[in-house]
């Protein structure tokens, strides 16, 4: 019996998490039965936005948990960097949350069974929970596994040093604290659990060096999109560009917003007819702002990404910060689009520039490349259908479910890993 947390709702039209998750859940169900249990706050956007009926049919039961201990601290009256120490204090952080001994009999007691052979705790949240559970000796399981997906003390380390300048010190040390006290909890469930994934090789190679008695395996993100039609020929001096993703993630509207100011007034210098269309979820008030001030269509939590991929020449991935890989580009190549994207956006999936994508180093390279491609269809074509069956061999479904089976085959028959405390070191 395999008992299965996430954090996040598994979506396969989903944000990239979301995807993720309903690919890991899939491939789970394959092993054998299981029991879904989702973790979450009140004001998860994507938990209250997303419906579970989906994988009803899948699993052996659905259990949405939430964990009122776990909420943030609102941030409009006292401020965010109170809020943020007061968050510290209470629950150490937000993505590894300390639990009460009382919150933690309230979480047992909604779980669908108390024994498993297997766990798999789909991100470090997760975990945390999970084994602060088995700690109090509220669950007992055999095997535990963590997806922690991306290495999130990477990508607050990277945030820090992107974000240092416009922070307060309070703000820097509350960053630096996040990051060490992340650093700490990932340690210790890597050293602690029978084993655990992550979506690249650099981070797999990371993980090893510093755990060299950890199990660590890549799990990579996948895909499973159509092919569209090649787009219809635009006229001479035109190329319409997408613009996909979480709208609300901070790295994409920093990202997205840098593209506006230094790449696109030369794009569409060099190609006056040039268009750029916006498509993703949940908007924060600072894309929408930018997207008024460039009068760009912007087209929010749309039901289906199809129409406009298939109107789309090229799809644009202006990243700055991140960790893990970028479900967009995936999908860009499984739906065959060119894809122009900033080193950091195409982190992690191996892509050669010029074969696969355009891959550069600033803003200025972005434009070049934009418009380098806008006038050369055939290298276009050539680079969609490389990409395809790049992605095809090596982020499909299949590639997945390989993973995971390897994986949890190759944990079982190891000799099991000492204990992993949830809180202390």
């Known amino acids: 019996m395999i008992l299965c947390v996430m954090r996040i709702p598994p979506d396969q039209n989903g944000h990239g998490g979301s995807q993720r998750a309903w690919f890991l859940l899939n491939a789970l169900c394959q092993l054998g039965p299981v029991h879904f249990v989702l973790i979450s706050r009140k004001n998860d956007w994507d938990v ?181 039609p090649a787009p219809a020929p635009a006229a001479t001096g035109k190329v319409r560009l997408l613009f996909v993703g979480n709208l609300a993630f901070l790295p994409n509207v920093q990202g997205f917003q840098l593209f506006l100011e230094q790449a696109w007034p030369a794009i569409r210098a060099a190609l006056p007819e040039a268009e750029l269309t916006v498509v993703g979820l949940n908007p924060s008030p600072q894309m929408l702002r930018l997207v008024a001030e460039h009068d760009l269509p912007l087209h929010p939590n749309v039901p289906s990404m199809v129409p406009y991929y298939a109107a789309a020449d090229m799809v644009i991935v202006p990243i700055l910060v991140g960790s893990g890989t970028r479900i967009k580009i995936l999908e860009a190549m499984a739906y065959g689009r060119a894809i122009v994207s900033t080193a950091m956006g195409a982190e992690g999936l191996g892509l050669e520039d010029g074969r696969h994508a355009r891959i550069v180093g600033g803003m200025e390279d972005f434009a070049t490349a934009v418009i380098e491609l806008a006038n050369d269809v055939p290298a276009r074509q050539r680079m969609v259908e490389a990409a395809r069956a790049f992605q095809q061999e090596n982020y499909g479904p299949a590639a997945m479910t390989r993973a995971i089976g390897s994986a949890l085959a190759d944990m079982t028959a190891a000799p099991a890993p000492r204990s992993a405390g949830a809180q202390g070191d």
């Open 48 to 228: 209250s936005t997303t419906s579970l009926k989906s994988i009803e049919g899948l699993v052996e039961s659905v259990t949405k948990i939430d964990i009122p201990e776990w909420e943030p601290t609102s941030r409009r009256q006292i401020g965010p960097l109170e809020g943020g120490w007061i968050d510290v204090a209470k629950m150490r952080s937000q993505d590894a949350p300390k639990i009460s001994a009382g919150g933690l009999q309230r979480i047992a007691g909604q779980l669908p069974i108390r024994a498993a052979d297997l766990v798999f705790a789909g991100r470090l949240p997760s975990a945390i929970i999970v084994q602060a559970l088995i700690d109090k000796g509220l669950l007992s399981v055999k095997h535990r596994f963590v997806d922690f997906d991306d290495l999130m003390s990477k990508f607050k380390v990277r945030q820090l040093q992107t974000e240092s300048r416009n922070l307060a010190r309070q703000g820097r040390m509350l960053l630096q604290f996040d990051a060490a006290y992340l650093r700490a909890a990932e340690k210790r469930i890597a050293r602690g659990w029978d084993g655990a994934s992550v979506c690249t090789d650099e981070d797999v190679d990371a993980l090893r060096t510093a755990h060299p008695a950890a199990h660590i395996v890549k799990i990579p993100n996948v895909i499973d999109r159509e092919q569209l």
